[in-house]
């Protein structure tokens, strides 16, 4: 389910050697410092040789909304949710089993099924118009989504499929994938990350049948929208999807972390949802947040053709699980290669008690960044993007440090705390320095920004 997002500009970067099934051509690239200094080969901007993304086995034209690095285009079709033994798999596997064990139809089969291979290119209208998200939201700006063009994207959310998944005639289901957000740097942050998606639906006598003298009751009224309930729905309705919703999640969050769990719900806004929630969990006396949910849209579901139903629908981070049930310190982690880290979760069963083992403590370098800002064209995301597709994995965080306001020309200087660290291995001064650099030039020549390096 979607949160809300940050917002700032986006600028277009060419980056980094793609794997074999994603292909870019002619990233657009808008350099206002023609003099400034060529960037070291090694990190240098791919030179445009026509308009087009290649991506899965389809060719989408490029336009002014074309911001999706190769960097982040070689994450796609990793599939990680996927990788057996993988610890997001292990995470995606024991809640599947959950619901298969505890929610089942009347046949005795599974009530809900498990989508997780649909593709992460939607629409716009897929990410956003179906999900009733107005023209004018914010969460639609280029500066917190990757787009390929006007009309196609990288899903920022697993609610992207939603609407097709009800349309065609689901109830309740789970969609799992990878999902892409332009955010900033640090151990809990990652610009591909992974969702999984509940919906379930209920008809009138579904939700009304275990209630006594429930047989007068009505999921729908005409009434008015208030902080607890939409205009359509009744309040008897309501309070029972929430009651329903709450244990369900509830009693995944036990299943998974184990009994004397304690949560706690916060009232929140999605825009799709109402009334809505996040779940909070206290680990290791630390309340943590791990999924949002509510009650769906009554006009989202009647617009996918299930207009007798009302439902509810959660989101969770599989990231987030996994690193607070395996003591993961680090979201980078969950892209190494390294056998080190992937053999400790080959266990016999999904439910193996695991606790990760840290490779090593690799000290850190870290260096400082400083310059003048553009007068309206500069936004922190665009900066945090471009150390990404440079650094890569390299970078363990990206910390504002000072922001300078000169008290004559008002002109804004920035300085940003520039953290390396290799998750597997010791960095080297020299290799940091390339790199280093590489982000100082095309900072200057992508962003336009004045260096004070």
């Known amino acids: 389910m979607a949160m809300l997002w940050k917002f700032m500009r986006v600028a277009k970067y060419s980056k980094t050697a793609l794997s074999p099934k994603v292909k870019v051509r002619g990233i ?76 089942l139809g009347r046949r005795g089969t599974p009530l809900f099924s498990v989508y997780d291979r649909l ?8 990410n956003f118009d179906s999900l009733l998200i107005p023209h004018n939201h914010a969460s639609r700006r280029k500066e917190d989504n990757y787009y390929l063009n006007r009309d196609h994207m990288l899903r920022a959310h697993t609610s992207a499929h939603q609407w097709d998944l009800i349309h065609s005639g689901l109830d309740a289901f789970l969609a799992v994938g990878d999902v892409y957000r332009r955010d900033t740097i640090d151990n809990t942050h990652y610009p591909v990350f992974h969702q999984m998606e509940g919906v379930r639906l209920f008809s009138c006598h579904e939700l009304f049948s275990s209630i006594k003298d429930g047989e007068g009751l009505q999921l729908f009224e005409q009434g008015h929208r208030t902080a607890h309930k939409q205009e359509c729905h009744t309040m008897e309705a309501v309070r029972l999807v929430e009651f329903n919703l709450k244990q ?69 981070g599989l990231e987030r699980l996994a690193m607070i049930l ?43 960044i400083s310059f003048w800002l553009p007068s309206d064209t500069y ?28 008290p004559k020309t008002k002109r804004v200087s920035h300085c940003y705390r520039i953290t390396y660290r290799h998750p597997e291995r010791t960095l080297t001064q020299d290799e940091v320095h390339r790199i280093h650099q590489a982000i100082e030039e095309s900072a200057v020549r992508e962003l336009g920004v004045e260096g004070r390096f």
């Open 379 to 406: 936004s922190q995301n665009d900066f945090y993007d471009l150390v990404r597709t440079i650094g890569g994995d390299l970078i363990e965080k990206v910390v504002l440090l000072d922001e300078f306001a000169h």
């Open 119 to 126: 593709s992460p290119v939607v629409t716009v209208q897929q």
């Open 248 to 316: 369900v999640l509830t009693k995944l969050m036990t299943h998974i972390f184990g009994d004397g769990l304690q949560v706690r719900w916060v009232d929140c806004y999605f825009p799709f949802t109402h009334p809505s929630f996040e779940m909070e969990i206290n680990f290791q006396g630390e309340w943590m947040e791990v999924l949002g949910c509510g009650v769906m849209e009554q006009q989202l579901v009647n617009s996918a053709g299930a207009q007798d139903k009302i439902g509810w629908a959660f989101g969770l």
């Open 326 to 368: 395996y003591n993961i310190p680090d979201i980078r982690l969950f892209w190494s290669e390294d056998e080190r880290f992937l053999k400790q979760f080959i266990g016999p069963h999904i439910w193996q008690k695991i606790k990760f083992q840290p490779l090593s403590r690799y000290p850190p370098l870290i260096n400082d």
């Open 28 to 103: 657009p690239t808008h350099s206002r410092h023609s003099s400034s200094k060529s960037v070291p080969s090694d990190f240098a901007a791919s030179a445009p040789c026509s308009n087009t993304v290649e991506l899965l086995g389809k060719s989408y034209p490029q336009d002014d909304y074309s911001n999706v690095t190769e960097k982040i285009l070689s994450k796609v079709g990793k599939n990680l949710h996927n990788r057996k033994h993988h610890p997001l798999w292990l995470i995606k596997e024991q809640v599947k089993e959950h619901f298969y064990k505890h929610y």
